[in-house]
C-alpha cells in the first residue's frame, strides 16, 4: 500500500513530461522537413526568376549579335529548354524517389540544381571561349530544369508524409509559399544589383551576383535535406517491397497501368496551377509595360508584382490550411471558379483607370486568387496517388502542365493576341479557359477522404 501511494503521484508527472518532450521533438521533425523541403523549392524558383531578370545581360554576353533581339530571343529559347527537360527531370527522379527513397530525391535535386547555378554564374563569356560559352550556359539550363522537374514531387511527396493527415493542406502549402519568396528575393536581389552598380558594371559581371547568392543557398539547403529521417510511409512501403517474392514493378510501369486515370485528372487541374502561376504572375508585369496594352513603367510593373507576392505568401499558407478543414474539392472547385470570373473584371479595370495605385491593388488580388488555388494543389495532386508512385506521379502530373501550359505560356498568348486581332484581353482569357478545364476535372480527383 505504501510503494502504490508513493511512486503512483511521482510517475504521472514523469509520463507526462514524457510526452510532452516527445511531442516537442515530433514537432521540431516537423518544422525542419517543411524548411528543408521549402528551401530547395525556393531555390528552384529563384533561378529562374533572376535568368529571366537578367536576360538581357545574360544575352550580351553568351550570343553574338548585332541584333539584341535575336540575343536575347536565344537567351529566352535556352530559358525554354529549362523546361522541356523537365519532364525527363519528373520521370528519372520521381522514379528514384520512389524506389531509393524521398530523402534521396531531395539530396540529389538541390545538388543538382547548384551544379546549374554554379555553372551559370562562373562560365566564361563568348569573347572568352567562343561557341563553348553558350554551350556551358545550356548546360547549365538543363542541369536546372532536370532537378526542377523532380523537386515538386519529391517534396511534395515528403511533406504530405511527414505531415499529419489533417494538416497535410497547410504544410504542402509552403512549397507554394516558397515560390512567392523566391520572386520576393530574386526583385530584390535585381533591384539592389541595378541600384548599386552602373549598367556597364552590371553588364560586365554585376549579373553574376544574383547567381552567387543563389549557389551560397544551397549548403544549407543540402545540409538540412541530408539530415532528415526518411518518411515512415516509404519505409513501410519499402519494407512491403523486400517482402515481396517477386520483384515489384517500376513506379515508371505502375503509374502508367494502374493510375491512368489520376495522371489525366491530376494534369487537367494542374493546367490552371500552372497557367495562373505563369500568366497572372510571372507574364502580367511584362504583359502590363507593352505600349500597346497598359503602358506601364518597368518600375510599376515590377514594383507591384514585388508587393502583390508578399500576400501571395501569406495566401498560400491560408488557404491550405483551410483546406484542411473545408476540403480539397471544395477549395480547388471555388478557387477555379474565382479565377474564371474575376480574373477579365479586373483586366478591363486596369484598363479603364492605367495608374499604379489600381495596378497594385489589381496584383495584389491577382495574387491572392492564385494563392486561392495554388495553396491547395500541392496536396491535392500528391494525395491522389499511393505512397508507390506517389513521386513519380505527383512529378508527372505538375511538369507536364508546366512544360506546356506554363513556360510557353507567351509564345501562346502571343499567338492568341494574333489570332484575335491584338486582343487586349488575351491573358485573361486564357487563364478562363484553364479554369473551364480545371472546374470538369475537380469533381473527378481521388482523393482519399471526402474532400
Known sequence: MTISDDTLPAAAPLRTGTNVAVAHQTQAVKTRAIIATSIGNMLEWYDFTVYALFAGYIAGNFFPSDDPNIRLMKTFLFFGLGFVVRPLGAVFIGNFGDRAGRKAALTLTILLMAAGTGIIAFS?????????????????????????????????????????????????????????????????????????????????????????????????????????????????????????????????????????RSLFVGFCVAVLWAVAVYVLMIYLPTYVQRPDTFNFSARQAFGASLIGNIPFVIGCVWFGSLSDRLGRRRSLFVSAALLLLCVLPLLMWLKTDPTLPTLIVVQCIVCILVASFVGVAPAALSEIFPTSVRSTGTSLVYNGAFTVFGGFAPMILTWVTQRSGGSLYAPAWYVMLAAAVALIAIPALSLPRDS
Open 124 to 260: 566564361p563569356t563568348y569573347a572568352t571561349i567562343g561557341i563553348g560559352a553558350p554551350l556551358l550556359l545550356l548546360l547549365g539550363r538543363v542541369l536546372q530544369g532536370f532537378s526542377a522537374g523532380g523537386e515538386v514531387g519529391g517534396a511534395t511527396a515528403y511533406l504530405l508524409e511527414t505531415a499529419d493527415p489533417t494538416t497535410r493542406g497547410r504544410v504542402a502549402s509552403w512549397l507554394e509559399a516558397s515560390m512567392g519568396m523566391a520572386n520576393i528575393l530574386g526583385a530584390l536581389a535585381a533591384f539592389t544589383v541595378t541600384a548599386l552598380l552602373s549598367k556597364g558594371e552590371v553588364q560586365d559581371w554585376g549579373w553574376r551576383i544574383p547567381f552567387v547568392f543563389g549557389l551560397l543557398i544551397a549548403p544549407v539547403g543540402l545540409y538540412l535535406r541530408r539530415s532528415l529521417d526518411e518518411t515512415e510511409a516509404f519505409q513501410a512501403e519499402a519494407e512491403r517491397r523486400s517482402r515481396e517474392l517477386s520483384h515489384a514493378k517500376a513506379p515508371l510501369l505502375q503509374i502508367f497501368r494502374n493510375h491512368g
